[in-house]
């Protein structure tokens, strides 16, 4: 397995729409947050390995989870999508700062907006809410083992990567392969794309022409099939 300085040396000249093309080439399962959770900061980017923690109302299982974590790891708070809550403020997003972690991602709402925006701490989220938790609810026993986000479960066997473009989880056993698969897109997308810029249409650098001729007469080659062939990126 990577380590998290690897993975977020590797990933900060890549994107999560290359890592998941890459996901989709390799048949490595991969899930996606919900597209309303969204960074503070445009720009922002997280890599890491997960840190699940769900809340119930106090911070503890936040600071129990971050002391747990290993460097570089990514905080994955499961507040079940509440909209009416902030479960994370400046204080708490500080503290994961102070520990190392390299983001913080929250399946709800955060609060104090601009002194997060001040302390630049990469925080994804699904908007601000003023209001922070009335309620205490009894902590469960998966409270530090798994965070649900949307409809499916991550866990410190997973890792996430997190951009402008969203969020996305995968099994860490892969990473490091995944990686190397998105690197090979992203260089073979900058060729083409620096070739349409000099004056070559991208259907002809996919020799669509080709294509549409072997497509007519063998209704199986899928224009996926044609693009393994020639070594296309789009849509692989």
């Known amino acids: 397995m990577m380590a998290g300085d690897d993975v977020a040396a590797v990933f900060s000249k890549l994107s999560t729409p290359l890592v998941a093309d890459a996901c989709l080439r390799l048949k490595v399962p991969f899930d996606l947050a919900p597209p309303n959770v969204r960074p503070l900061i445009s720009g922002s980017r997280i890599s890491g390995q997960v840190v699940p923690a769900r809340h119930y109302g106090s911070v503890d299982v936040f600071f129990e989870a971050m002391k747990r974590a290993e460097p570089d790891a990514v905080l994955i708070i499961d507040n079940g999508g509440r909209m009416d809550e902030a479960c994370i403020g400046d204080l708490t997003v500080l503290e994961a700062k102070a520990s190392g972690l390299s983001g913080v991602i929250v399946w709800g709402c955060h609060r104090d ?124």
């Open 113 to 236: 907006s601009e002194e997060l925006t001040q302390i630049g701490f990469p925080v994804f989220s699904q908007g601000a809410c003023p209001s922070g938790p009335q309620r205490l609810d009894g902590r469960g026993p998966e409270a530090l083992n798994s965070a649900r986000f949307g409809n499916f479960l991550v866990s410190k066997q997973d890792t996430v990567f997190a951009d402008d473009d969203g969020v996305l989880f995968t099994r860490s056993e892969k990473v490091e392969e995944v990686l190397t698969a998105a690197n090979a897109i992203s260089k073979t997308e900058r060729k083409q794309a620096d070739e349409i810029r000099a004056g070559r249409k991208l259907r002809d650098q996919l020799q669509f022409d080709s294509y549409l001729d072997k497509s007519a007469s063998d209704p199986s080659y899928t224009f996926r099939k044609h693009l393994k062939t020639i070594g296309g990126a789009v849509e692989e």
